[in-house]
Structures are given as structure tokens and as C-alpha cells.
């Protein structure tokens, strides 16, 4: 209960904040399909949240649950080692990635929900 309000919470704020550089922002990744502009976009100007980019290899995705494994290198934006470790996703996010690709992604930390806000082939 406490977890969805503060995720509904936190996506409302970030969609709010982001509203306006999101024409630009979303040029420069991966084609928009729609579904996909909002949900790609780093949200990196999100006041709260820590974020970083990684590296590492896709070990599992599970598209329902909103979830990517990946067995990551450090990421010193957010003060990891490497580990492996399951991420939340958006559904777009998530469909973006294949397991056993390497891939950088980009994280956001914020309130105890781990995020890949963005995925980039490596
Ligand atoms: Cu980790």
C-alpha cells in the first residue's frame, strides 16, 4: 500500500517534471512507439531520486512483473559494487532488452525502488 502510493506518487511528479524537454529528450533514444516516450526518458532531474548508469548482461526479464535482472558492474552514481541484481522497469523499458544482452542502462534510486529508467545496447 505504502510502496504504490509513494510509486504513484513519485511517477506523478516525474511526469510533471519532465513534460516539457520530453519531445527533445525522447529524439535521442530509441524510436517512440508510443507507449514508449514517456517510459524511456532518464529521469535524471528528479529531485530525491539518485541515479547513475551501469553496465552489465540481461539475465532474466519478466515483462508482467515489471522486472529485469541484470548482473551489473559498479555503479558509482548510486554507490554499488558489482552485483546481480533484479530491477523495476516500465513495461516499455523492459521489452526493450533481450536476456544475455550486455547492455548500459541507466538507474534510479529513490525511496528503496531500484529502476532502469533507460536501456542502450553496449
Ligand atoms: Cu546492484
Redesign the pocket.
Known amino acids: 500500500m505504502k510502496y504504490s502510493l509513494i510509486l504513484a506518487t513519485g511517477m506523478a511528479l516525474g511526469l510533471a517534471a519532465c513534460n516539457q524537454p520530453q519531445e527533445t529528450l525522447a529524439s535521442t533514444e530509441e524510436p517512440a512507439t508510443g507507449e514508449a516516450d514517456v517510459a524511456t526518458i532518464p529521469m535524471t532531474a528528479d529531485a530525491g531520486a539518485q541515479t547513475g548508469t551501469?553496465t552489465g548482461v540481461v539475465t532474466a526479464i519478466d515483462p508482467d512483473a515489471g522486472t529485469i535482472t541484470?548482473d551489473?558492474g559498479p555503479?558509482p552514481g548510486?554507490g554499488?559494487?558489482?552485483?546481480?541484481?533484479r530491477?523495476t522497469a516500465s513495461p516499455a523499458v523492459a521489452e526493450s532488452a533481450e536476456t544475455g544482452e550486455r547492455i548500459a542502462f541507466d538507474?534510479s534510486v529513490r525511496d528503496g525502488v531500484?529502476e532502469i529508467t533507460a536501456i542502450r545496447p553496449e
Open positions: 551501469g541484470v551489473h555503479i548510486v554499488w559494487p558489482a552485483m546481480t541484481m530491477f538507474v531500484n
